[in-house]
């Protein structure tokens, strides 16, 4: 059995559970974004590359060259993931898949599924969905996604597993098509259901924080994160922001090399 996530954090906590020796022999990270940007493309080209470095290395917290460097070479690592994927299927080695409701975890899935549909009928996939709340004794935590879950939490959570059929990869690969056909900017869960949205599909979150009191960028984005719970990364919104200064809709009351850390506010025209 190999174990295939979506997200880095997902991936290194499943990893260390890999050690009780009770889930799969590997872990595969597949993490390239697929909510975001052109999905015409293939995901293991230069474009998907580029855009993965951009989007995780915006000097948020000040130039790291060092950093920099290591996030150019993302999408060749991901690029080598599915290489060494592809090679335990050519041994008939089942896959689990552990997805949540994440944009970045659906899309994901479904992509998955697209590329390995003529493969429906022969292979052993199998899927883990993240549980809204997880219980420990009395207590009910929420998680928004399978990065905010601990090591030994996978290990009890795979009583969920179950097998895809052909039917179910083939729909998903289905789906697929259609959101490659419309190739929006970004893509959301709405409803359960990912759909192809506008760039701005967010933007109100920033807003409803933000007013023409001064707050740290850092402070505003980890509220939105904070009380939406869409597993949607502070890249994402870090991103918007910039956008919207360029646009002179947000002003920069105290800027700082580390982007974080400056002061912004709504600019009153």
Avoid at 159 to 177: F, G, H
Avoid at 178 to 185: I, R, Y
Wanted: glycine share 8%.
């Amino acid at each position: 059995m190999v174990e295939v996530v979506f997200g880095e954090s997902e991936a290194g906590a499943l990893k260390i559970a890999l050690r009780s020796g009770k889930l799969g022999l590997d872990v595969m990270c597949l993490a390239f974004a697929l909510e975001i940007g052109d999905i015409r493309k293939p995901v293991t080209g230069k474009y998907r590359a580029k855009l993965l470095c951009d989007l995780l290395y915006a000097e948020q917290w000040g130039a790291d060259i060092e950093l920099q460097n290591e996030l150019k070479e993302l999408g060749g690592v991901y690029s080598r993931e599915l290489q060494k994927l592809d090679s335990y299927l050519e041994k008939g080695e089942p896959i689990r898949v552990w997805y949540d409701s994440a944009p970045y975890s659906v899309c994901g899935l479904l992509w998955l599924c697209g590329r390995l549909r003529a493969l429906a009928n022969s292979i052993e996939m199998y899927v883990v969905k993240l549980p809204r709340t997880i219980t420990h004794g009395k207590t009910a935590v929420v998680r928004t996604n399978w990065g905010e879950v601990c090591p030994g939490e996978f290990v009890k959570l795979l009583p969920l597993q179950r097998r895809l059929k052909p039917v179910e990869i083939t729909m998903n690969a289905v789906s697929w098509d259609g959101l490659q056909s419309q190739n929006a900017p970004l893509r959301a869960v709405v409803n359960g259901s990912v759909m192809s949205v506008p760039a701005s599909f967010y933007d109100f979150l920033i807003w409803e924080n933000l007013g023409n009191k001064p707050i740290r960028e850092a402070v505003l984005i980890g509220t939105v994160l904070s009380e939406d719970h869409i597993g949607v990364g502070d890249w994402w919104y870090a991103r918007r922001i910039d956008k919207f200064i360029a646009q002179n809709r947000i002003k920069i009351v105290k800027d700082s090399p580390r982007k974080y850390e400056r002061l912004i506010a709504k600019n009153e025209r």
